[in-house]
């Protein structure tokens, strides 16, 4: 290697310490000054509620609480910008974990009384069928997953996003969910589909985008869920992306290096 090149390399190494000690900065600004910040007036929001109630009439009362609600959206929001740049940091605990059990013990945080039935042993294929506590009805079918060289709590995470998704904009009676397996020589292929409400297609140039919302989406997440499904794709150097019609059906699929942890 030539001196000039030793010197280059020199250089954007210092860089991107400057840049990481930027970050850590920036990072502390978000989770502790303005969370201290929007803690503080919500704490004074509180104690004028409580001396001034009976002065108040029923308008003053209504913006004192719109006041609360959006200093705790706040907090929430800044919350998750620092909980989204922690994403992919740490790369040193990695390990082969087991999908299937992964997605089913993700499944089970959502449903706890379901119950997977094996319906092909040798490829491990499993389904279940299950009723929600507002009396939809819920089948599931798992494919046969591989096993991933991958960030255990990330991917929890990850699937915890998508299968969330796909449970919360589903307002018909019966839902049907499956996560299939399909590889080429270079990535496994992971996609998971339902038969929700689907995506317009307006919306999907955007909906990877933190804090992103369709209009009208009358729920009180902050859309930071796909956001962070891509972001802990791509820290394990795979991609993600989403196929979608409206009333009918919609497909995640993700794509993740086969040779990852070579």
Known sequence: MQI???????????????????????????????????????TVADWFQQDYA????????????????????TQQMLETVLEFSRIGRVQNDYEILDT?????????DFLPDVSFTCN????Q?????????????VQIDIGTLPSLYANEYRLVQLFTELIKNAFQHNSKDSIRLS??????????????????NGIKDQYLPEIFDLFFTTKGDTQSHIGAGLAFAKKIIESHGGS???ESEVGEFTTVTIRVPKNLDS
């Open 125 to 137: 294929k499993w389904s279940a069928n299950t009723t929600t506590s507002s009396g939809k009805s």
């Open 4 to 42: 000039t090149e030793i010197d280059e390399n020199k250089q954007i190494t210092s860089e991107l310490h400057d840049l990481r000690k930027e970050y850590n900065a920036f990072a502390y600004i978000i989770s502790h000054d303005l969370n201290a910040n929007f803690r503080g007036i919500k």
């Open 240 to 242: 993600i992306e989403i």
């Open 179 to 196: 996560i299939d397996e399909d590889s080429n020589d270079c990535f496994w292929i992971l996609s998971i589909t339902d038969n929700g």
């Open 120 to 123: 092909n042993f040798e490829q």
């Open 54 to 73: 009976d002065v108040l009439d029923e308008n003053g009362q209504e913006l004192l609480g719109l006041l609360r609600d959006r200093v705790n959206r």
């Open 100 to 108: 299937t059990q992964l997605v089913k013990y993700v499944i089970n």
